[in-house]
């Protein structure tokens, strides 16, 4: 049973520039959080998706957005990339709006902003 | 404003003895908390937890233990051994909240010596 993955490991990218981050749950969660985990931080939440819509948001700016299909994959877009954007994207899922402590963490994406 | 710290980044201790990693928080809303271990370009999987109902909770080699007066906690590890060098996050939430809610430190790396 494959755990929670995410695609790409790694990423380069310029200031101003989008990017788009993947995420595949585990095998029967319905729910995806993401977290930003900049150097020599703890993970900071971002926002979570559940049956296709944003239900719960930390304190991000617009900038960062997401999407969740019908087969629970998700998304993360951060758009007019900054240099502070730079970090390790993780994310988690779980099942019915992550009130568990069962969250399943992928391996995160590696961004890079120059 | 950070709400919970974890005052030391690293941590040494030799292979059959204890380690014993510490958390502070503020926030007097917070009565749930977590432990979570990371390896190395793995995502945090979760260790142990306790509330604020109790002072302690035990699984196996891992111990934590809650002193709600000086808002702090610790997490035990009797005996180390090598496999548990990680880093290690502290994490606190209001119970019964989303787990995204969760607010983390900046995580303590163990390293356990042969």
């Known amino acids: 049973d494959a755990g929670v993955t995410q695609s790409p490991t790694h990423l380069i990218k310029t200031r101003g520039q989008q990017v788009t981050l993947r995420c595949s749950p585990k095998s029967g969660h319905d729910t995806v959080s993401w977290y930003q985990q900049a150097l020599g931080q703890g993970p900071q939440f971002i926002f979570q998706?559940?049956?296709?819509?944003?239900?719960q948001r930390g304190n991000f700016p617009d900038r960062f957005s997401g999407h969740q299909f019908p087969n629970y994959s998700s998304e993360l877009n951060v758009n007019a990339l900054l240099l502070g954007d730079s970090a390790l994207y993780l994310c988690a899922s779980s099942e019915g709006q992550g009130f568990t402590d069962t969250q399943y963490f992928g391996p995160g994406t590696r961004l890079t902003v120059l | 404003d950070q709400q919970v710290k974890q005052n030391s980044p690293s941590l040494s201790v030799q292979e059959g003895r204890i380690s014993i990693l510490n958390c502070d928080y503020t926030n007097s809303m917070f009565d749930y908390f977590l432990w979570y271990k990371k390896y190395p370009a793995e995502g945090p999987t979760f260790l142990i937890s306790?509330?604020?109902?109790?002072d302690k909770n035990e699984d196996g080699r891992f111990t934590v233990f809650l002193n709600k007066s000086a808002k702090h906690l610790s997490l035990h590890i009797v005996p180390s051994q090598p496999g548990d060098s990680a880093v290690y996050f502290c994490a606190a939430r209001v119970y019964n909240t989303n787990a995204g809610k969760s607010t983390f430190g900046d995580g303590t790396t163990l390293t356990v010596k042969p």
């Open positions: 998706y559940y049956e296709e819509e944003e239900r």
């Open positions: 306790i509330s604020s109902i109790k």
